[in-house]
């Protein structure tokens, strides 16, 4: 892959010299083309970091050279260096994250099952104690939703002198999403991986969060390229773990094993598993039906085969979809409802696994 090295250095030279051309470093313009980045695409297709199991990572002294990394694509790569995070930027990246004292990713192995859904009501949740700083940030970048559901459709960021400013939607509750970059929420964002993951990398350096107690994470379905980058970007921060969100269905729970495969390979805690569209409770008779059954047991019994903590089930409520559509907090609009009783022991038991997170570090520090 010498050709492509060249290839690679010779496109940034001419990129710095050319006006008008796009720069790799400058490749997150939400106004910029993405077709000038090929060369950068091949190149990073590289450092696609497949995993193997018990691989010691990317920025590990043993990367590339552990027993584990036999056979790997990308040994090589990890051995020389080429796929470890800057320590430079990762210092930039700290620092700018030092007032942030507890971080959640919400993770999911396939779309449609509510992760965006619970990462708003969870920052709603957290949110509800006035004397907590919130931040809900959106890296879904094809699919950003979270301004939608928050009612900020419509608002833009804004600079200051210390960077972007988060679009809040209470005092205590700031948000961003590549959805207040673009001139319409029906604008596509065709990027490939490495815009994505510059955005992502700018949102965490570039955004203003200031002293926050919670920063929740909403990510894309699946294992793809920027759920590797958020975990490599933040594995110098304070990331207490993720929450990973299915249905009852064997369909769902297939990914999410591959979900909690992928946590345990780049060393992401797991908080717990969330079961959402977990049956269904009549608003006359109270009686619950299985809209959707289990076929194979369900979260519960995967979460027992795998030592994961199951940390709630979700009933359907319409009322859920309703709120998302009117960016209204369901948990304040419909406080009597089975759904809302799940979502608020939830979200406690989120706090009380951040809280012990924190009572461990302190404890080793």
């Avoid at 080429?82 to 994250?97: F, G, H, I, S, V």
């Avoid at 007032?99 to 509800?128: D, E, N, P, Q, R």
């Avoid at 948000?175 to 490939?192: E, K, T």
């Amino acid at each position: 892959m010498v050709w492509l090295r060249e290839l690679w250095h010779n496109k940034i030279n001419t990129c710095q010299r050319k006006e008008n051309k796009i720069c790799p470093d400058d490749s997150t313009d939400i106004n910029h083309d993405a077709a000038d980045i090929f060369v950068e695409e091949i190149f990073r297709e590289e450092l696609r970091r497949e995993l193997t199991l018990n691989c010691p990572g990317t920025s590990s002294a043993q990367a590339g050279r552990a027993a584990a990394c036999q056979g790997c694509p990308n040994q090589k790569l990890c051995a020389a260096g080429a796929a470890a995070t800057d320590p430079a930027e990762a210092a930039e990246l700290r620092e700018r994250l030092r007032g942030v004292k507890h971080i959640v990713v919400v993770l999911s192995g396939k779309g449609g099952v509510g992760k965006s859904t619970f990462s708003a009501l969870l920052a709603h949740g957290l949110a509800a104690d006035e004397s907590k700083q919130v931040a809900l940030l959106d890296i879904d970048i094809c699919g950003p939703s979270i301004p939608k559901m928050m009612g900020l459709e419509g608002e833009q960021v804004h600079q200051s002198g210390s960077g972007w400013s988060p679009v809040y939607v209470e005092e205590n509750l700031g948000v961003m999403s590549v959805g207040f970059l673009l001139s319409s929420p029906d604008d596509a964002v065709i990027w490939r991986g490495p815009k994505k993951n510059g955005l992502i990398k700018q949102f965490l350096r570039d955004v203003d969060w200031g002293e926050v107690d919670y920063l929740i994470v909403d990510t894309p379905p699946g294992t793809s390229d920027e759920h590797l980058s958020i975990v490599q970007y933040l594995s110098a921060s304070n990331i207490d773990g993720a929450v990973i969100i299915t249905t009852p269905q064997e369909v769902s729970l297939q990914d999410v094993r591959k979900e909690i495969n992928f946590c345990h390979k780049v060393k992401l805690p797991i908080i717990g598993v969330v079961e959402n569209m977990s049956g269904f409770v009549c608003p006359n008779c109270k009686k619950e039906s299985q809209i959707f059954p289990p076929t194979t047991g369900g979260a519960e019994k995967m979460c027992q085969n795998l030592n994961v903590s199951l940390l709630g089930k979700v009933p359907l409520d319409p009322q859920i979809g309703k709120s998302c559509d009117k960016g209204q907090s369901f948990l304040s609009e419909v406080p009597e409802s089975p759904a809302t009783s799940s979502y608020r022991n939830i979200i406690q038991r989120v706090q009380e696994y951040c809280d012990q997170h924190h009572f461990q570090e302190e404890k080793i520090i």
